[in-house]
């Protein structure tokens, strides 16, 4: 048994996020208007809370994060954000003591955070997402299916170098509606 | 209450398939061997006969159709099978009392098939099932998902005129591993 001192410093990488029937977590227009197809789904406890209280930081993609810059409210994370983006040169002031802008690899993510103390991250946005995969560095998925077919938009998932096995270790359905499944990553035994 | 003898001319389409956590059907090659990655998948019921007891008939696409030829096995099916193809010429003859060859669009197709007296379809083929779902004559969908990320491969949907929206009527969970899910099509009541 490891020591539950040690195992925060165990680096696990998880998601948590919702995608349509056929795979998409925006539609063709950037937009997740189609959330609210079920309009009882903010009357149900998704896990959220309890799945958030376990990671250290979020980590972000740009547009996930100009997503939630976008919304007029308060700032809602009370654990360390880090933005990865090639591309945005610096975070808003707004949000300068509660946002941290990195760049680099997957590696380099990492490195850059776990050096921060931060070990179990929540990972948001298709593209950091796809590029985690693509290094087999996502653990744990969470997938809360909305019943809805799309036919198009920004999808979860895009091509690997190689098939990834993983477990389900539970599935909920919410009012008739909503499935979510929660997936960990079944690597070979040593 | 519509009677029972009525309720078997109502013409329903269903399909019954098993994708990856990433929407696809079939691998790169075209192959299903990443159905196996579960051995145990053979010892669960999958409520495949209970599905098939109420249907009358089985509209394939042609790659399905090879696909099945292909296995070296004897005729599975015990109801009519309708073979989909605007390339193919005729049915081989080994099969020929077994299934019919049809061509033509999706309407030209069901009403075919329903002038033959069946009503209640089970759809199959990735093509076919994508050209009933942009016509919106997909009635239910029992989709059973592998717990892989393949990366890659034929796609079980593709793109859509208009979002398709759908209830969650059953969610099942075997093996730790294995999600079935029973969607049926939600249309606006008059």
Known sequence: MMPDNMKQNK???KVFIATSMDGY???RDGGIGWLDTIPEI???DSGYDAFTSEIDAFV???VTFETL???DMDWFYTKPVFVVSNTLDEIPQKYKDKAFLIKGTVPEILAHVHQKGYYRLYIDGGGLIQNFLKEDMIDEL???TIPVL????TPLFSSLPEQLNFECKRTTLYLDAIVQNHY???RQSL
Do not use: E, M, Q, Y
């Open 11 to 13: 680096p696990i990488n």
């Open 25 to 27: 977590i925006a539609d």
């Open 42 to 44: 903010n009357t149900i």
């Open 60 to 62: 972000f993609g740009r």
């Open 69 to 71: 810059c976008s919304f």
């Open 142 to 144: 969470v997938i809360t």
């Open 150 to 153: 799309l036919g198009g938009g």
């Open 184 to 186: 960990v990553r079944k």
